[in-house]
């Protein structure tokens, strides 16, 4: 069983069109992230959710817009696509433990080209 | 900003061990080391993490110095598959990872 999923893999879509990338961990983890990797290779984090509840918010257009229904699921959506968010789109999960200590287990990626 | 300085990229033989050094000279005394790799197209992976001790566990050593300014993974068998970018990182306040730009180990028969 996969541990992190994320759908799609892969995704091409015009400029200005909106976007959706799902993540879904069954590891029963508490907290979940979204990390975007460029061109350049940089990971970079997002989000980053505890319990349903926004605790990571770097600086991200506000067309960047994470919803998470439930502990297992954290979607990604994307209002009026532009030429620079294409990159890989990780997702990731970890628990919360006392301390920080918490390994997190990455998703394969979703891999969005914006043309 | 990541806090460490690793080489650009390093080769191993396969079957021999693996060194990968990372610099973090201005590691506060509360915050860990952490290594990640990333394999290529898939998502980063953890390997380990530790203080100051020396760590070990089913996939490598962690090996910091006693001022913790540095420190070394070591892969101790390499094979093929262990060929992928290497990310030592410091651990930030609360749950945040910095990825810098990593060290790409190829790893060659």
């Known amino acids: 069983d996969t541990a992190v999923s994320q759908t799609p893999k892969y995704l091409v879509t015009q400029m200005g069109n909106d976007k959706s990338i799902k993540c879904e961990q069954n590891l029963g983890h508490d907290t979940m992230y979204w990390y975007k990797q460029d061109s350049k290779k940089f990971l970079k984090i997002m989000f980053s959710?505890?319990?349903?509840?926004?605790?990571i918010n770097e600086t991200v257009p506000n067309r960047f817009s994470p919803k998470s229904p439930d502990k297992a699921h954290l979607n990604l959506h994307i209002n009026s696509l532009e030429l620079g968010d294409s990159a890989v789109y990780f997702c990731a999960s970890s628990q919360l433990a006392q301390g920080f200590h918490n390994e997190q287990f990455f998703g394969p990626g979703t891999r969005l080209t914006v043309l | 900003d990541a806090k460490t300085t690793q080489p650009t990229s390093m080769d191993c033989a396969e079957g021999r061990a693996a060194n990968l050094p990372c610099n973090h000279s201005t590691i506060s005394g509360n915050e860990y080391v952490y290594w990640y790799r990333q394999i290529h197209s898939q998502g980063p992976q953890y390997i380990i993490h530790g203080l100051k001790n020396n760590e070990t566990n089913e996939m490598a050593s962690l090996i910091i110095t006693e001022d913790r300014k540095s420190s070394t993974l070591i892969l101790p068998h390499a094979t093929l598959r262990d060929t992928a970018v290497y990310y030592c990182i410091v651990r930030e306040y609360g749950n945040k990872l910095v990825f810098g730009a990593g060290t790409i180990l190829r790893v060659k028969s």
């Open positions: 959710y505890n319990n349903k509840e926004l605790i």
